[in-house]
T-cell receptor
Framework: QQPVQSPQAVILREGEDAVINCSSS?????VHWYRQKHGEAPVFLMI?????EQKGHEKISASFNEKKQQSSLYLTASQLSYSGTYFC??????????FGSGTQLTVLP | ETGVTQTPRHLVMGMTNKKSLKCEQH?????MYWYKQSAKKPLELMFV???????ENNSVPSRFSPECPNSSHLFLHLHTLQPEDSALYLC????????????FGDGTRLSIL
C-alpha cells in the first residue's frame, strides 16, 4: 500500500521554510526521499532507516518516526532550485520501495 | 549525466507495434529496475533485476517483457500495448537491491495511439 504524502502542493517565497509529510499504514523499515524536476530524472536526496534518526543534506533535512510510521522532509530557507516534485518511497520487510504520489513544491522569487 | 541512460527519450507507437526500451547504467551497480510513472499517480515498480536475475515482477501484464542480458543493460520489450500504457517509463539502478539509493534515468515518454 502506497504512502500518503501531504500537502499535495505548496507554493512559497524564496527564503521561506516548508515541511512535507509522508505517512504509511504499515510498519516501515526505511524511508527514501527523491526530488524530480519537470522533464528530468528523480534525484536521490536521502534514506532514513528505522531508529528515528534525522538526516540532513545542506538545508534539507528529514526525520523518521517509526512509531507513527511517518517521515517529514524539512526545507529551510528555500531556494529557487528547490522547486520540483518531492517523492517519498517507503519499504517494509519486503525491502522494495513503494512511492507516494508526490508533493509539488514551487519556490517563487 | 546521471550515469543511467535511457533510449529513446520519446516513443510513439500503435497498439499493434513491437518496440523496445533500452537502459544502460555506467555505475557498476548490480540491481536494475523498471518503473512506470503516469500523470498524477505514484511511481509504480514494474520489475527488479539483481545480477541479471529477475527478483520482482509486480503483476505486470505480459505485453511488457523485460530482459537483462548483463548487469549494465536492461530492456523492456513492448507488444500489443493499450492506450492506458502511455506513460513515462523510468529505469533505475542501485548497488544492490534493498535499502539502497536508486539512480534514475531521464525516462522514455511513451505514447500509444
Amino acid at each position: 500500500q502506497q504512502p500518503v504524502q501531504s500537502p499535495q502542493a505548496v507554493i512559497l517565497r524564496e527564503g521561506e521554510d516548508a515541511v512535507i509529510n509522508c505517512s504509511s499504514s504499515k510498519a516501515l523499515y526505511s524511508v527514501h526521499w527523491y526530488r524530480q524536476k519537470h522533464g528530468e530524472a528523480p534525484v536521490f536526496l536521502m534514506i532514513l532507516l528505522k531508529g528515528g534518526e534525522q538526516k540532513g543534506h545542506e538545508k534539507i533535512s528529514a526525520s523518521f518516526n517509526e512509531k507513527k510510521q511517518q517521515s517529514s522532509l524539512y526545507l529551510t530557507a528555500s531556494q529557487l532550485s528547490y522547486s520540483g516534485t518531492y517523492f517519498c518511497g517507503t519499504s517494509g520487510s519486503a525491502r522494495q520501495l513503494t512511492f507516494g504520489s508526490g508533493t509539488q513544491l514551487t519556490v517563487l522569487p | 549525466e546521471t550515469g543511467v541512460t535511457q533510449t529513446p527519450r520519446h516513443l510513439v507507437m500503435g497498439m499493434t507495434n513491437k518496440k523496445s526500451l533500452k537502459c544502460e547504467q555506467h555505475l557498476g551497480h548490480n540491481a536494475m529496475y523498471w518503473y512506470k510513472q503516469s500523470a498524477k499517480k505514484p511511481l509504480e515498480l514494474m520489475f527488479v533485476y539483481s545480477l541479471e536475475e529477475r527478483v520482482e515482477n509486480n503483476s505486470v501484464p505480459s505485453r511488457f517483457s523485460p530482459e537483462c542480458p548483463n548487469s549494465s543493460h536492461l530492456f523492456l520489450h513492448l507488444h500489443t500495448l493499450q492506450p492506458e500504457d502511455s506513460a513515462l517509463y523510468l529505469c533505475a539502478s542501485s548497488q544492490e537491491t534493498g535499502v539502497q539509493p536508486q539512480h534514475f534515468g531521464d525516462g522514455t515518454r511513451l505514447s500509444i495511439l
